[in-house]
Nanobody, 123 residues
Framework: QVQLVESGGGLVQAGDSLRLSCVGS????????MGWFRQAPGKEREFVAA????????YYADSVQGRFTTTRDNARNTVYLQMFNLKAEDTALYFC????????????????WGQGTQVTVSS
């Protein structure tokens, strides 16, 4: 069983930057691909980014490509989502997810997820 705890959300202005963190526990962190999803009120859950277990592969949604970067520090059991040039449409509950298979995340599926951290961008 894997537990995930996100942090770093907040209220920012359009154009600002923010870094989210997600700490995992309960199993060997590097065995899991990690991802970020988000969900805004009244909208479907949306894939944001994914990173493979060793951090050698990443993939981003078109809506965040070039503005968001995901990295991981397996020694700290932590995955990060660095967000630049935030826009009002980035406002959502962001939650990190984990799965043993990287390709599973790319199918918008995952085995474990956290409670989420709220990001609100004012325009």
């Amino acid at each position: 069983q894997v537990q995930l705890v996100e942090s770093g959300g907040g209220l920012v202005q359009a154009g600002d930057s923010l870094r989210l963190s997600c700490v995992g526990s309960g199993d060997i962190f590097s065995n899991y691909a990690m991802g970020w999803f988000r969900q805004a009120p009244g909208k479907e859950r949306e894939f944001v980014a994914a990173i493979s277990g060793l951090g050698t592969r990443t993939y981003y949604a078109d809506s965040v490509q070039g503005r968001f970067t995901t990295t991981r520090d397996n020694a700290r059991n932590t995955v990060y989502l660095q967000m630049f040039n935030l826009k009002a449409e980035d406002t959502a509950l962001y939650f990190c997810v984990a799965d043993r298979l990287y390709n599973t995340l790319l199918r918008n599926e995952y085995a474990y997820w956290g409670q989420g951290t709220q990001v609100t961008v004012s325009s």
